[in-house]
């Protein structure tokens, strides 16, 4: 039967063809089946479709990258191929939108939502990136985050808040920054805040 992998956590999309291919919302649904392994029979048979229908969307998604072969099963006399997702989350790259997409370096206005989208995106592509070279050595990635919602009273109180996380992370990182040491490795830390909705009380 042989050793299969487990399943890539990440698969980052970076050609607009590749993400061409999802926008079937049949093919949405066979991804979501296909989290655990199956055929293009009893995805068919799960959905309510017809198998040939199935199995078409089956072979151009293996071919895009999104589906793996697993093995292959005889039955009744025909072979069948048990596929399976190739990741457990899709991310799509700003590079599949081209000039369009959203670039920090190219936002000169450091305090605009669309900076911090930009950077969002970044951190989804450079995670996701460094996600697949340590699935591919077999290690895992360490990474830190967290997040807190506070409620400020006034926009003084916002600016003197933003303003002192400033100055901690910046003192913070002069702390435990060596740009020479020879086993070091780089991290990007990035830090953001936005209004949320507030949620009615209840």
């Known amino acids: 039967m042989g050793y299969h992998s487990p399943m890539s956590a990440i698969q980052l999309i970076r050609d607009p063809g590749q993400l061409a291919v999802l926008a079937a919302p049949i093919r949405q649904r066979i991804l979501e ?13 799960r959905l309510g479709l017809a198998r040939q229908k199935v199995a078409y969307h089956v072979r151009q998604l293996e071919e895009h990258g999104y589906l793996r072969l697993l093995r292959e099963e ?8 048990i596929v399976q997702r190739s990741a457990q989350y899709l991310v799509a790259s700003n590079e599949v939108f081209g000039r369009m997409g959203i670039d920090p370096q190219r936002l000169q206005n450091k305090f605009s939502s669309e900076y911090l ?12 990136e460094a996600q697949g070279a340590a699935e591919r050595a077999g290690k895992p990635l360490p990474t830190l985050s967290t997040q807190v919602e506070i409620r400020l009273r006034s926009p003084q109180e916002r600016e003197a808040f933003g303003q002192e996380v400033v100055e901690a992370v910046a003192r913070i990182a002069a702390k435990y920054h060596d740009a020479e040491h020879p086993d070091g490795r780089s991290y990007r830390l990035v830090m953001g805040a936005y209004p949320i909705r507030e949620r009615k009380k209840t």
Not at 33 to 45: F, H, I, N, Y
Not at 117 to 128: H, S
């Open 33 to 45: 089946a296909l989290e655990e392994p199956g055929s293009a029979s009893s995805v068919a048979k």
């Open 74 to 81: 005889r039955r009744r006399g025909c072979t069948e191929r």
């Open 117 to 128: 989208i930009a950077l969002a995106g970044q951190v989804a592509r450079e995670v996701g």
